[in-house]
């Protein structure tokens, strides 16, 4: 509704200052005929052509324009800058003066940005390209509907401004920083596996058969519909495996859960650059993802969940999946305090070493040691720089 009546309120703007412009050459046009002097009728003829292209301007649909965006960046991570390159293009091969170009600003939720303006004094061809860019992108997924197109007059006497449909969905990746990831923070549960093993327990599709694969991993069915050999793929054990768990809580502040949203990536990151495979459950309504760290589509697909999760789709502590695989180095994210109790009973009955990484903004360490014992870590993402956390208990 603010859309369209902003649009109202520009139109009226519009027609009124044609009408004023109308007006003045109304009195240009009286003072000729009642002056009838030199100077009057040349004012007036030399502002004619310049009342002729307002009129054109005034009447002449810009919806005829054809827009069309091109993102320069391949990747968008929170806190960049997105690049795109505007292309426009006209039916009639007439001159257009002062054009700017520029992504319009109000696109998903209520979401605002500023961006940058591109113009050219005059446009002469058919197709005309404009860059722009909007700095400072925030994490989620965004449509862009339109493009703001501004044309005046030489003078700047009259302004027309419209905007273009052209369609666009924009990724923006949760922001990455380092994580000094020390052996502690670890819970020194580092397992190491032989190669020619495999947990047949986890399934992770099928591929094409390979003189070392087992007979006994054939998978018969998708054989018969290719005819060819195909052979089941299970996760390999010849790595050493993480979980990462992402709980949130609805009541923390937005910064808090932007913060944690970008310590969890961060952390999936430094884990496959330690070769480990990921399984990441973040959502209610996702599945958990298996990572390998050069499966380039399973990392993307993880950056993907990231960037759209919400505080109501993120995990609650009564969903919370403990992991019970004593080959499993556990992990989990939290912005709940609530999962303190309930993880630190499940690491002692299992007997597995959990990791717990809360975010907050309150550093205070007092009432937590309680909580800690040799199966389970807890440590306190009080601040942006994430190569500096605490360690309860300590």
Not at 165 to 176: A, F, G, T, W
């Amino acid at each position: 509704m603010s859309h369209i009546s902003s649009l109202f309120r520009y139109q009226r703007r519009s027609i009124l200052r044609l009408g004023i412009v109308i007006a003045v050459f109304g009195l240009m046009f009286y003072f000729a005929m009642v002056q009838g002097g030199f100077v009057s009728w040349f004012i007036f003829y030399a502002f004619l052509p310049v009342m002729l292209y307002i009129i054109f301007l005034a009447v002449y649909p810009l919806r005829w324009i054809e827009a069309s965006r091109v993102v320069e960046n391949g990747q968008i991570f929170a806190g960049d800058t997105l690049r795109t390159q505007l292309i426009l293009k006209k039916r009639l091969l007439i001159p257009f003066f002062l054009v700017t170009a520029r992504e319009d600003t109000e696109y998903g939720e209520g979401a605002v940005f500023h961006a940058s303006s591109s113009g050219l004094s005059v446009w002469l061809g058919r197709k005309a390209s404009f860059s722009c860019s909007i700095a400072d992108m925030k994490r989620g997924k965004y449509a862009l509907s339109s493009i703001k197109l501004k044309i005046e007059d030489p003078f700047g006497f009259y302004r027309k401004t419209v905007n273009l449909p052209c369609s666009s969905d924009i990724l923006v990746y949760p922001k990455m920083q380092p994580i000094n990831l020390s052996e502690g923070q670890a819970g020194n549960n580092t397992f190491r596996f032989s190669a020619n093993d495999a947990d047949l327990s986890q399934f992770n599709g099928v591929r094409a058969y390979q003189p070392s694969d087992r007979l006994s991993w054939l998978d018969w069915k998708s054989t018969a519909k290719i005819n060819q050999l195909v052979t089941k793929q299970y996760e390999p054990e010849g790595e050493p495996r993480a979980s990462v768990v992402y709980i949130s809580d609805e009541a923390c502040s937005q910064n808090i859960f932007e913060r944690s949203i970008s310590y969890t990536a961060s952390l999936v990151k430094t884990l496959l650059q330690k070769d480990y495979t990921v399984q990441l459950t973040c959502s209610r309504t996702k599945k958990a993802l298996i990572l390998h760290r050069k499966n380039l589509k399973e990392l993307t697909e993880a950056y993907r969940i990231l960037a759209e999760l919400t505080k109501e789709d993120a995990l609650k502590s009564s969903d919370f999946p403990i992991s019970i695989r004593k080959k499993t180095t556990a992990f989990a994210v939290s912005t709940d305090s609530k999962i303190f109790e309930q993880l630190t009973t499940g690491a002692r009955s299992s007997r597995q070493v959990q990791t717990l990484f809360y975010v907050t903004d309150d550093p205070e360490k007092e009432g937590m040691a309680h909580y800690l014992s040799p199966f389970f870590s807890l440590y306190l993402v009080a601040g942006d720089d994430f190569r500096q956390i605490l360690k309860a208990g300590n």
